[in-house]
C-alpha cells in the first residue's frame, strides 16, 4: 500500500470486508499471511533480527472465486497489545491461530477477548504447524480451543489444521474464508467517511501517507476531509487499495490516502481522517460494557482505564451508571467514560477497555451516547434514556438521544453524525409526531415536545418567581435566565427561542428584560408614600437635583434602604416621572423637558452652545449643565462637535 505511483491496473472487484490475524506470539500467524498470500509482513527491521511481530501488517488475499480481500496481520507478544488493538478494529474475519505444538495460550485468551469485544463474530480457527504433531495431539488442541470459544463471539466457528510448511490444510482454509465472507459486505458503519489511521509517513517528494481500514462513506482523489480530533481540513492527492492507484475507495477496504497538509500538521496512529461534515469529537461518553471473566475483578466506579477506540488510545475514568457503581465479571453494564484526550467515537463503535497500566483487558462494549452528560440526576432517568438509545432504532432512537442532551436542540446532521445514520433515515424520522421544531441561529434545530414542553414551564416558571422574589423590578434579564437554563444554548440561540415563546405564551421580551405579561408594578402602602417623596424631592431641586447619597440623606431614610430607593428610583423612571441622566443622578422628568426646551429657544438664534452658556442658560452649576448635555448627547436631541453641541436635525 505504500507504492503510491504504481502504474499496475487490475480489473477485480474488490470485497469490501478485511481478514485478520490473531493469536498467540510464535502461533504463526506472519508464517500463514505469508503461505496464503506470498507477502510478509514483517516489514521492520527489528521483527527480522528478532523473528517476532512487534507493529502491523498488511497484505491482501486473492481467493479462488477471483475476490481480493485485504489482511491485517497484528503482533502476539503482550507487549504489543496495542498494536494489536490498533489492527484489530475493522477485523470481520478472523484467522484466530494455534500452534499444535502449544496449544491454548495466555494471549491466546485475551486476543480472543479483544475480537469478542470488537464484535467479530465471523472467524476461523486455524492449528498452525500441524506437520510437527499427531492426529491425537491436533484433536487435543481442538478440545482446548472450544473450550477457549465457549461464550465468545466465535463459538462454534470451525477449526482447521494446516502447515504453513508443507502447505497442509490451505485449500480448505482458503476455501472456508471464501465460504464465510460469500455475500458478505461489511458492517453498516453511516454514510461518513472515516479512517482511522494505523500508519502515518512521509514520501519525499509526495508528502504526507495515512493507511487505514474505512468506516463508512467513500473517498475520492481530489476531496477534502478534515483531520480529528485537531480540527484541520486536509486534501485527498491520491488513493489507493491493495498497492493499486483508484479513483475511489470505499468501506470495508484498506486504504492509503496521499493528503496534502500543511506544514504544521502533524498526522499519527490514532487521529482520523472523516467527512470535512464530521467535526465530532467526545471526551465524555456512556457505553454498554462487558467485563470479561479474564478481568477477575469487578470495574468499579472511578476507576482508572486506557480506552482503545479504532487505532487510538487514551487514559480516562469509569463512572459506573449501574447501582451499586460496579460491575462484576461475566456481567455487563452502563458505564460512563470520562477521557484525558478527546476521541472520535459515535454511536455504536466498539471499544476495548484495560486497566490502569494498560497491562490487562478489562472487557470492553459499544458506544450508545457518544455525548455524556455530566448532570446526570435523576440517575433512573438516565439510565433509561440510554436504555431506549440502545434498544431502538429509527423514530425512537432519535428521541432517546435529543432527550439526553445537554442541548435543547440539534440539527438533522448533528444526529445523523452522533447516530452514524444516513441524513435521509434521520429526516424520515424526524417526520413523526413527538418533535418540535427551533431556530438555532442560522440552522434549524429539533427536540422533543417533551423536553420543548420542560423548558417551556422552566421559563415561565423562572420568570414568575423573579417577579414573587422582585415585585418592584421590570423583569428579569434574559442572560440572568440563560444562566440557570437547564440546558446550553448560545446567547443568540437563547434569543431565538425566547422570541419563538413570546408567540406561544405569556412570556413578553422587552430589549433584554423578561416578564410575564400579566406582571405589573404596583406601587402600595410604603413605598407609594416614598416614591412620591423622591419625586418631590427631585421637582423641587429642579436643575440641581441631590445624587443618591444626598437624597437617601434628605429622605431621613436608613442608608439600608438605599437598594429600596435605587428600586423605586427604577420604577418611577420606567413610568417615565424621573430620567436617569448620569450614574446615580435623576433629575424630574419636568426639569429634563424645561431644560430640551430652552435649548430648543436657544438654537433658534445659534447654530451651537457651549457647556459655559447651557449652565448660565439654566442658571445651574457647571455639574448639572454637562451631565445633562451628555445625556441630550447620548439620545441624540444634540451633536457634540469639539467642545460645543449643535442640534441633530432629527430634533428641530
Known sequence: MDKLNSSVSMAVRVRHSIIGTAGHIDHGKTALVKALTGQDTDRLKEEKERGISIDLGFAYLTLPNGERVGLVDVPGHERFIRNMLAGAHGIDLALFTVAADDGVMPQSEEHLDILHLLGVSRGIFVITKADLVDQKRLAEVKEEIELLADGTGLQGAPILPVSSVTGEGLDELKAEITRQLEGFYGKPVGDLFRLPVDRAFVIKGHGVVVTGTAMGGTVSAGQKLRLLPAGELVRVRSVQVHSTPVERAESGQRVALNLSVSERTRVKRGNVIVDERLELTTDRLDAVFEVRPLAKRPLKTNELVHFFLGTSETPGRAIVLDEGGEIAPKHSGVVQFVLREPIVGLRGDRFVVRDAASQRTIGGGAIINPLGRRARHPLTRYRNLLAALHGSSGTAAVAALLDLQEALALSASQISHILNLSLAEVQAALNAPGFATIAMGDEVGF?????????????????????????????????????????????????????????ESDLERDDSILRIRSHRVELVGQDRELAKAIEAALASAGFAPPDLRQLVSALKTPAAAEARIVQLLDV???????????????FSAGAVKQAQAKLLDYFK???????????????????????????????GFTLRVGDMRRLRASAG
Do not use: C
Not at 416558571?461 to 440557570?484: I, K, N
Open 447 to 503: 427536540t422533543t415536545l417533551a423536553k420543548w414542553d420542560e423548558f417551556r414551564r422552566f421559563v415561565l416558571e423562572s420568570v414568575a418567581a423573579f417577579h414573587r422574589d422582585h415585585p418592584l423590578a421590570a423583569g428579569m434579564e434574559m442572560e440572568a435566565l440563560r444562566s440557570v437554563s437547564p440546558y446550553q444554548a448560545q446567547p443568540r440561540g437563547f434569543r431565538a427561542l425566547i422570541d419563538r415563546l413570546t408567540t
Open 572 to 586: 418611577l423612571e420606567r413610568e417615565k416621572r424621573v430620567v436617569k441622566v448620569a450614574k446615580d443622578l435623576y
Open 605 to 635: 438664534g445659534q447654530n451651537e452652545i457651549s457647556a459655559a452658556a447651557f449652565r448660565d442658560l439654566l442658571q445651574a452649576s457647571r455639574k448639572f449643565a454637562i451631565a445633562l448635555l451628555d445625556y441630550f448627547d447620548h439620545t
